[in-house]
Structures are given as structure tokens and as C-alpha cells.
């Protein structure tokens, strides 16, 4: 399985601001994904990161919110923008080697916005 | 009805004892399954893949049914380290595109 490096590992913002959350694999993946989870639920998809192009939102999700980027194979960006606190959350990244193969997550962001 | 079912718990089991969760599903056109351990505050890891013919890892059995559309998992000799959430996890895929559909898992606590 790949080797997922999320960071930050947590932060704690102010309502209005931004946050961007970088995850790098150690190989190229094909499938790469951004989850949320809040406090006591399951995952929630958000989007999954396409290279090279734009990521594709799942209903609830707009890009204003949560823009993505995926220069390449290897890493991506999640931004959390006008951040409120509703937002406070773990967010994780998530790579897949094939649509066969189960997912992998990187260790997450718990974010908290005061 | 939810696409993927779980029984939420807890269960509460003494160590040394077994313990079976079952999580339904319902697209039959469901491809893979598997079963994912969350420990508090932690990511999602992977247990097991789910196979049609049954799989075994040490104490965890997992089961298919195809016709009945569910899939289980069994932990025998409970460990007080079983303790955890676990979600079941079922795949679509069409084309390039996978959806992946996640339960909300299982708590359970295994008590000394």
C-alpha cells in the first residue's frame, strides 16, 4: 500500500479565515479523495482530486468552499475558505491504486474553528 | 432504506469472546467489499477485503452473500484492542468512476 503524508496533523482557526491541507503519497495513484469526518459520523465524501484537471464535488460540496488542486500523480490540496464552525472537523485524504483495490488514508487533519 | 446498513452498537463483549457484525447492502450491482477498523480520533484502516468465498485472518472471519446482500465480520477471542469502530465499506464502479459507500460503523467494546 502507498505511504500518505497529510499535514497538518490539527490546527486551530479563526472563523473567515483559510486553511490548506497538503497530502503527498510516496507513488503515483491513480484515485485520490478528500473525506470529511464530524465528530461521531461516518465519512463523508467531498471530492475526489483529479490530476490535471478539476475535482469532481459531490452533492453538498461546491469548489468556492473547498477548492482542490492535483498538479500530479502524487500530491494534492484541500482549502478549507471562509472557514466557520461548522467546519470543525477531521479531514482526510485518501489514495486508491486501482478502482479493485481498497482505499488508504493519511492520518488527517482535526481542524477547529473558534 | 440506506445503501449500506450497519448496526451502530455498542457491543459490549468480556474479552475472550466472539462477536459478529453484519452490514447489508443495497445495490446488488455492488462489486468489493471490506471491512475498515477506526480507532478514536484516528483514520479509517483496513482490516479486510470481503470475498465472495469467505476469508479468514487470524481471529477475523469475513463472509459475502450475494443473494441476501450482506457481509460480515467475525472476531473470535476478543482482545481488549478490538475495541474500536468498524465500518463496512461497499464499491460501485462504473467506468473510471468507483463510488465508494460507507456504513456508519459498528462500535464495540471489549470489556476485562
Known amino acids: 500500500s502507498a505511504v500518505i503524508s497529510q499535514k497538518p496533523s490539527r490546527d486551530i482557526c479563526q472563523r473567515g479565515t483559510s486553511l490548506t491541507i497538503q497530502c503527498q503519497v510516496d507513488s503515483q495513484v491513480t484515485m485520490m479523495f478528500w473525506y470529511r469526518q464530524q465528530p461521531g459520523q461516518s465519512l463523508t465524501l467531498i471530492a475526489t482530486a483529479n490530476q490535471g484537471s478539476e475535482a469532481t464535488y459531490e452533492s453538498g460540496f461546491v469548489i468556492d468552499k473547498f477548492p482542490i488542486s492535483r498538479p500530479n500523480l502524487t500530491f494534492s490540496t484541500l482549502t478549507v475558505s471562509n472557514m466557520s464552525p461548522e467546519d470543525s472537523s477531521i479531514y482526510l485524504c485518501?489514495?486508491?491504486?486501482?478502482?479493485?483495490?481498497?482505499?488508504?488514508f493519511g492520518d488527517g487533519t482535526r481542524l477547529s474553528i473558534l | 432504506r440506506k445503501e449500506v446498513e450497519q448496526d451502530p452498537g455498542p457491543f459490549n463483549v468480556p474479552e475472550g469472546a466472539t462477536v459478529a457484525f453484519n452490514c447489508t447492502y443495497s445495490?446488488?450491482?455492488?462489486?468489493?467489499f471490506f471491512w475498515y477498523r477506526q480507532d478514536c480520533r484516528k483514520e479509517p484502516k483496513l482490516l479486510m477485503s470481503v470475498y465472495s468465498s469467505g476469508n479468514e485472518d487470524g481471529r477475523f472471519t469475513a463472509q459475502l452473500n450475494r443473494a441476501s446482500q450482506y457481509i460480515s465480520l467475525l472476531i473470535r477471542d476478543s482482545k481488549l484492542s478490538d475495541s474500536a469502530t468498524y465500518l463496512c465499506?461497499?464499491?460501485?464502479?462504473?467506468?473510471?468512476?468507483?463510488?465508494?459507500?460507507w456504513g456508519l460503523g459498528t462500535s464495540l467494546a471489549v470489556n476485562p
Open positions: 465499506v461497499v464499491t460501485l464502479n462504473a467506468g473510471n468512476n468507483r463510488k465508494l459507500i
Open positions: 445495490n446488488s450491482a455492488s462489486q468489493s
Open positions: 485518501s489514495v486508491c491504486l486501482d478502482s479493485n483495490q481498497p482505499q488508504h
